[in-house]
Nanobody
Framework: VQLQASGGGLVQAGASLRLSCAAS????????VGWFRQAPGKEREFVSAITWGGGSTRYADSVKGRFTISKDTALNTVYLQMNTLKPDDTAVYYCAVTRTIWSALHDSQHYTHWGQGTQVTVSS
């Protein structure tokens, strides 16, 4: 499966963005789909994940209450709605898929296919 992430941009603090992760050459069936981000000079960090089949979701503490992950089964797409953006949210955002267990969703090493990343820049 190939992943295409899109929707990034330059916004002011407090604004919203919606990222999309579309699958091609396959589907998200039997996968969990995660979003990670990497800021300059920092390690890649887990943001959120969703189980394609059941729709269970998980969030990093830093984005809880501000970000919402969702899916559109007809479009084979996962979304990350990001509200009340902060300068600390500035990073390249990546989507990826995994079949790992729930407790390991935060670990990027368990993800097998990655999208190309989309830049999110939040100005103060």
């Amino acid at each position: 499966v190939q992943l295409q992430a899109s929707g990034g941009g330059l916004v002011q603090a407090g604004a919203s963005l919606r990222l999309s992760c579309a699958a091609s050459g396959g589907t998200f069936t039997n996968y969990r789909v995660g979003w990670f981000r990497q800021a300059p000079g920092k390690e890649r960090e887990f943001v959120s994940a969703i189980t394609w089949g059941g729709g269970s979701t998980r969030y990093a503490d830093s984005v809880k209450g501000r970000f919402t992950i969702s899916k559109d089964t007809a479009l084979n797409t996962v979304y990350l709605q990001m509200n009340t953006l902060k300068p600390d949210d500035t990073a390249v955002y990546y989507c990826a898929v995994t079949r790992t267990i729930w407790s390991a969703l935060h670990d990027s090493q368990h993800y097998t296919h990655w999208g190309q990343g989309t830049q999110v820049t939040v100005s103060s």
